[in-house]
């Protein structure tokens, strides 16, 4: 079975430009989680997005923006890039909400996005 | 919360020994946590869980201890390998079911 998986890997951007990120959960999961880990920093909560809602999102100013799809893929988008948005992005999905039976959160590899 | 990472805690361990990496968390409300490993360049991986009415489940080769009344959380790990090598994470589910990290852990292990 096919885990979290993110598109692109890698993504180079210019300060201004906008992003966009992918993520596929494991198949029959609709939570999806986005997450930002800067170097040298932990994980940060952005957005969790489940059954086609934003419903919960973290400290992030609302230039980072997304969305989930009727099939439960996501976006992550960020406008307006700033130097400081080089992170890794990851994407991570759980079968319903999070300490529910069998609802633990798989993370995917992540997109390295880097701003210049 | 937040750490910066070229100050990580670093947990350095021979093989073949045990090892335990300790968590603080924040949230006396949190209902649910995870101990997760982070290889170089890759995703968190997920190790094992804790739902908050209990104080210990074992999974293959690891523990998770938690104790709710100084608000601490371990991870054990027995016969450590030199495959264990990363950095370890633990999280809390907190109102909103939004995991908070910690800092992380670096566990360094000596062939």
């Known amino acids: 079975e096919a885990g979290v998986t993110q598109s692109p890997t890698h993504l180079i951007k210019t300060r201004g430009q906008q992003a966009t990120l992918r993520c596929s959960p494991i198949?029959?999961?609709?939570?999806v989680y986005w997450y930002q880990q800067a170097l040298g920093l932990g994980l940060q909560f952005l957005l969790w997005y489940d059954e086609g809602e934003e419903r919960n999102r973290g400290n992030f100013p609302p230039r980072f923006s997304g969305r989930q799809f009727p099939n439960y893929s996501s976006e992550l988008n960020v406008n307006a890039l700033e130097l400081e948005d080089s992170a890794l992005y990851l994407c991570?999905?759980?079968?319903?909400?999070?300490?529910?039976?069998?609802?633990?959160?798989?993370f995917g590899q992540g997109t390295r996005l880097t701003v210049v | 919360g937040e750490s910066v990472g070229l100050h990580l805690p670093t947990l350095s361990v021979q093989e073949g020994d045990n090892s335990i990496i300790n968590c603080a968390y924040s949230n006396s409300a949190s209902d649910y946590f995870i101990w997760y490993k982070q290889e170089s360049g890759k995703g968190p991986q997920f190790i094992i869980d804790?739902?908050?009415?209990?104080d210990k489940r074992q999974g293959q080769r690891v523990t998770v201890l938690l104790n709710k009344t100084v608000k601490h959380l371990s991870l054990q790990i027995a016969a450590t390998q030199p495959g264990d090598s990363a950095v370890y994470f633990c999280a809390e589910n907190n109102a909103g079911n939004m995991l908070t990290f910690g800092g992380g852990t670096r566990l360094m292990v000596k062939p």
């Open positions: 804790i739902r908050s009415n209990m």
């Open positions: 198949s029959g999961h609709t939570s």
């Open positions: 991570a999905s759980s079968l319903g909400r999070l300490a529910g039976l069998n609802t633990e959160a798989f």
